[in-house]
């Protein structure tokens, strides 16, 4: 046996072995790249649904009105970058909550919820409107 840069016999052999092996996997389910989504002979094809996306201004409503609901009976707000929150999305949080923590003393849980989700989505649509996050993704 020889040392230093010297091989083992048959290693060179299970490395091919091994390489065709691997190859071998990842070709399976391979086949004709024009094939995909075609439809058999006497059938047709069925429409794909189109994607859909969400606005910024829904996404951001969403998880402002979130995580409104989720901090109205604590007494602080968390980390904004722990709620995957910006900057921005998080100074409408605060106003939001400060608001609802107002109106559900004077009139209640529900008219608090119902005061988020309005007051979420009128901060989230104003702060689009000039721009939303300009100056960079944490502003």
Known sequence: MRTGGATRPGFALGCGVALVLVTGALCVGCGDPGSAGRASAGRSASPTPAATTTSPE???????????????????????????????????????????R???????????????GREARAGCRDWYRTGGPSNGPWS
């Open 102 to 116: 107002v109106e559900k003393k004077k009139h209640g849980a529900r008219a608090a919820d119902e005061l988020i």
């Open 58 to 100: 829904d996404l951001c409503t969403r998880v402002v009105a979130h995580w409104s609901r989720e901090v109205l009976d604590s007494q602080t707000y968390g980390d904004y970058q722990t709620m995957g929150l910006s900057n921005g999305q998080y100074d409408i949080l605060r106003e939001v909550v400060d608001a609802a």
